[in-house]
């Protein structure tokens, strides 16, 4: 297994044939500082809170530092509160949105950007060895088009001890590889060796966001921290003429419906955004069930 940094490529914000040409080659992009602070610090503040009411902070600790207890969830049950809350926040849901992630993607994609709305905020426990992201292709998640992209922050620095993500680099060029069932977020990885690829990663910092096809195998490393939360986001983008599955217009996990969802939101701007679009819709399967490219 070798492991290589992050290609940074903040500089080449105004470059898009390189960035595009980059984001060929390596199966990603990875940008410093492309955020700012304040809205990802309002979501963290949002969130922490959601995550205080349920008693899963230490007690006496600065809400903003995140500190957690390691059991505070052992599965779908004791999580689902906790995470029906937060994708009720309008601050969450506006975070894609953000010009600087829309209009990147825009240029390096070459068209208007469909952003889905079905949102995702990852709490991972310290200590929490068995829940770690194992590694895998978002397209069998995903599904709908290959050219469909993730972004990846964390809602704060998130040194690798916190467990940041890390890309096997070029894996998107193997087209759609088997799965097996796996322990982790997502109950299946990509069948393939780990040792064998060349794996980039990094620290991250508040504000730092890198952007990956769906077929470029990633995984997450353990939060080996012994009481601090790893808060982040993911969020999916492609071309608004490419076609796309029901499930991505549905909120993440459907423990709501959107009606409810905006029963409170203070602005109309993000509500059932996408019925500005003509989208095409086709149909999906069960990701285990995601045929794999003959290899
Ligand atoms: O944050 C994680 O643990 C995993 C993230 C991930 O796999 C993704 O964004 O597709």
Redesign the pocket.
């Known amino acids: 297994m070798t492991e290589h940094p992050f290609v940074e490529s903040q500089n080449l914000l105004n470059q898009s044939e390189v960035l595009r040409q980059r984001l060929d080659e390596n199966g990603y992009l990875f940008f410093r500082n492309l955020l700012d602070h304040e809205p990802l610090l309002r979501v963290r503040r949002q969130i922490l809170e959601i995550c205080q009411k349920q008693g899963w902070l230490l007690n006496g600790s600065d809400i903003m530092e995140g500190r957690g207890r390691a059991d505070a969830y052992s599965g779908y049950f004791e999580f689902t509160p906790v995470y029906r809350d937060i994708q009720l926040l309008e601050d969450f849901h506006a975070l894609p949105h953000h010009p600087k992630i829309v209009n990147t993607l825009a240029a390096v994609l070459g068209g208007a950007i469909f952003p889905h709305p079905r949102n ?1 905020s ?1 709490i ?1 426990l310290p200590d929490s060895l068995k829940m ?2 194992p590694p ?1 292709q ?1 397209y069998v ?1 995903i599904q709908g088009t290959r050219r469909v992209y ?1 972004v ?1 922050f964390p809602l704060n620095d998130c040194p690798r001890p916190l ?1 940041g ?1 890390g890309i096997a680099a070029g894996t998107h060029r193997l087209g759609i590889l088997p799965t097996k069932n796996a322990e ?3 109950g299946l990885c990509t069948d393939i060796d780990e040792t064998k690829q060349e794996w980039h990663t990094g620290d991250f910092h508040l504000g730092d966001v890198i952007v ?1 096809n769906a077929l470029t195998v ?3 490393y353990h939060n080996t921290t012994k009481d601090t939360l ?1 808060l ?1 986001c ?1 969020f999916r983008y492609q071309l608004a003429n490419e076609p796309l599955v029901w499930d991505t217009i549905r909120p993440h996990m459907q423990l709501h419906s959107w009606e409810t969802i905006y029963a409170n939101w203070k602005a109309d701007t993000y509500k059932y955004y996408w019925h500005n679009y003509s989208l095409q819709v086709v149909p999906g399967v069960h990701p285990a069930q995601v045929p794999a490219d003959v290899q």
């Open positions: 995702i990852r991972t770690t992201t895998h978002d998640f993730t990846w467990g993500l982790g977020t997502g990956f990633h995984k997450a790893r982040s993911d």
